[in-house]
């Protein structure tokens, strides 16, 4: 790869002759493409089938891989063919242009900035320790997290008294028999004990996500959610020496801040900022505290609701007297009861009538009405896949007929190897300049409730709202018009705005056709009751207070770290900062001293949300927005749903990173978001 890339370098360099777009860009695609695949796919595995051999592959590879990569941004060659790529395209009119010249000024304009933060720059010295420093952050990002993944998976409380568990859900309690199942069997010489069951137990609690949510929610026993909760906060830190992250956090940090100022920034969040639709730190903090007026008061009132139904409702272990305020690890589980209280409406209700096979047809159907798109199931004979429990598709355009995308489902979570959160990659991006990629394929992986005791996965609805917007991310990058590989699908799209999809499809999990078009008992077939779906409406602005002010916190924080922290000047820790921070967007639920939160924030210490945390509620008001256009014709007005569902598949799912976000959302919209229709569906207008 890197003689032919230098024999590029030499053909575009021995002529006087200005080089033509197809010799540039193209090229480079199609040199670049076997690595980004291959590599792309070994990223992949390392996150949803982690072994120890793998990782040691990954990691022998990876400086090279980097060194490769920058080969290409660095490259002085490249960079001014560019530049005078750059002065023709911009004699065309953007008034004028058409999408095919829209897409190459966008490429071009994008690749020059990236190579300018990847350093073309720089000479000397500056450009050796630059590299150094690249090199050595991907070593961190891996090992940090890995350590991640390592501290989840090697917590366990086995419980075998089931009066502990008293209340407690079948489908959690089938959930942690089944991982006390799966554990016993992964030990050589050890039996799963007589007579026990998903009943009688034992049960195995775990950090990931579906197990530490059910035992926040429905474990009364303090004693053991303390347990859990102290476990969580504390993963891959000094709790846990050989998997602690702290010395990594601090190496990040103060090498982001060193790599930054050889580019002539003042601070990371500077460097982040300059690809990103917010024009400055203080632009993110003016959203922020715009939100954080409105939904402070009610996140402190609903704390208040909460503690005084605990109060009233949990005996004398909650009175005044023996507990002055509810602890982290008591609110979930009491928001909980309140909600179950206030809404008549238990989610382990909710559960048979949300099978992920029910759920998966509906979304299918919902592209369908609004995008005019099929989704099939393919063969199973027909892929290759990583594990058993995932399923490929194909999109089809229904107009045309034709096959236009594809996608990888991995739903369920899978501790042992695979990573927490839920997340779109790309598999393989739609690009002309590639012989065969004519059709987009991604990675939809989430980590949901898998299926236990002969059921099928029966999924929280917070569950169904997470496969929906993965979906989302998906669908952008499927359903793109744009043949230009750097600005097709997701590629080119500034990072604050590409979870306006994704954010926008979860609206749809409150709307009645879609739902009724999945909401049926798994055994019985009955759709869910009227009564249930209208508590479900109802619930859903309960706790928006505090789920908003979570993430600004979030995303305040990381912008607080990556804006005006330097580890080895500042006096304060970052936990001292996490506490500062928290101190005025968590006010009324202040970590633990030795909550260590941050060495388990992959996506800020090893993920794309450096600086970029914001980027939730940024986009979020964009998609609420987008999605009060169909509000405004009738969702009840299937004739126009489909009309305004036409709309924003040619605007904000087909036209990528080809044309600027902001115009992309007004060519949808017809003008510039608001934060009204944010305000309003979570209840803070």
Request: proline fraction near 5%.
């Amino acid at each position: 790869m890197s003689s032919e890339f230098e024999s590029f370098e030499n053909s575009i360099t021995a002529t006087s002759t200005p080089p033509a777009y197809d010799d540039v860009l193209p090229r480079v695609e199609r040199i670049q493409a076997p690595l980004e695949f291959s590599w792309g796919v070994a990223g992949h595995l390392n996150g949803v089938k982690n072994t120890p051999e793998l990782r040691a592959e990954y990691e022998k590879n990876q400086p090279e891989v980097v060194k490769t990569m920058t080969q290409f941004g660095q490259s002085r060659a490249l960079y001014d063919a560019l530049q005078t790529l750059q002065k023709e395209l911009d004699e065309v009119d953007d008034a004028t242009a058409d999408f095919e010249v829209q897409q190459k000024k966008r490429a071009v304009a994008n690749s020059l900035r990236s190579m300018t933060l990847g350093g073309v720059g720089l000479d000397g010295a500056a450009k050796e320790r630059f590299n150094e420093i690249r090199t050595r952050m991907a070593e961190l990002t891996t090992t940090y997290s890995n350590n991640v993944l390592d501290a989840t998976k090697v917590f366990e409380l086995v419980v075998e008294d089931g009066a502990v568990l008293d209340g407690v859900p079948e489908s959690a309690k089938g959930m942690w028999y089944g991982s006390y199942v799966g554990s016993v069997k992964e030990k050589e010489g050890e039996e799963v004990k007589e007579g026990s069951s998903a009943e009688s137990g034992p049960w195995r609690i775990t950090l990931d996500a579906p197990s530490y949510i059910a035992a926040m929610q429905h474990v009364k026993d303090r004693g053991v959610r303390e347990k859990v909760y102290k476990a969580y906060v504390t993963r891959a830190s000094e709790f846990t020496p050989k998997l602690d992250n702290i010395p990594l956090i601090s190496e990040i940090l103060s090498l982001k801040l060193e790599l930054t100022k050889l580019l002539g920034f003042s601070n990371y969040a500077e460097q982040s900022l300059h690809s990103k639709m917010a024009p400055s730190v203080e632009s993110v903090a003016e959203l922020s505290n715009l939100i954080k007026d409105k939904a402070l008061p009610a996140a402190y009132k609903e704390l208040d609701e909460i503690t005084a139904y605990a109060r009233a409702n949990g005996g004398d272990e909650y009175s005044t007297t023996n507990l002055e305020k509810l602890m982290p690890w008591d609110v979930t589980f009491w928001s909980e009861r309140l909600k179950e209280s206030k809404f008549e409406l238990k989610e382990e209700e909710l559960r048979p009538y949300f099978a992920l096979p029910n759920v998966l047809q509906g979304m299918f159907d919902l592209v369908d009405r609004l995008f005019d798109i099929s989704v099939k199931q393919a063969d199973p004979d027909e892929v290759q896949v990583w594990h058993p429990d995932v399923s490929f598709y194909k999109v089809f355009d229904n107009a045309s007929g034709d096959h236009i995308a594809s996608f990888y489902l991995d739903p369920y979570s899978r501790p042992a190897d695979k990573r927490g959160g839920a997340w779109m990659d790309v598999c393989l991006g739609k690009t002309s300049a590639v012989e065969g990629r004519d059709i987009p394929v991604a990675y939809l992986t989430c980590n949901g409730t898998p299926p236990a005791e002969g059921k099928p996965s029966l999924m929280t609805f917070r569950e169904v709202e997470t496969l929906f917007h993965e979906f989302g991310h998906g669908l952008q990058h499927m359903l793109t018009r744009a043949s230009v590989g750097d600005v097709a699908g997701i590629n080119g799209v500034e990072w604050d705005a590409v979870e306006l999809p994704s954010q926008f499809m979860e609206n749809w999990c409150y709307d009645k056709p879609t739902v009724y078009g999945f909401a049926k008992h798994y055994e019985t077939g009955e759709p869910l009751p009227e009564s249930l779906f209208e508590k479900l409406k109802q619930q859903k602005t309960y706790g928006a207070g505090m789920m908003a002010m979570r993430q600004l916190y979030f995303g305040m924080l990381d912008m607080e770290l990556h804006a005006n922290y330097d580890p080895s000047t500042s006096e304060e820790s970052v936990f001292d900062v996490q506490k500062r921070i928290a101190a005025i967007y968590s006010p009324y639920n202040l970590p633990l001293d030795d909550d260590r939160f941050l060495c388990a924030f992959n996506h800020i210490f090893a993920g794309g949300y450096s600086a970029g945390y914001y980027s939730y509620k940024w986009a979020e008001v964009m998609s609420a927005d987008a999605f009060g256009a169909f509000e405004d014709v009738g969702l009840d007005n299937e004739e126009k749903v489909r009309e305004v569902g036409k709309r924003f598949r040619d605007t904000v799912l087909s036209l990528g990173g080809a044309v600027e976000p902001m115009e992309v959302f007004k060519k949808f919209r017809g003008r510039e978001p608001s934060p009204e229709a944010l305000l309003r569906h979570n209840g803070l207008a």
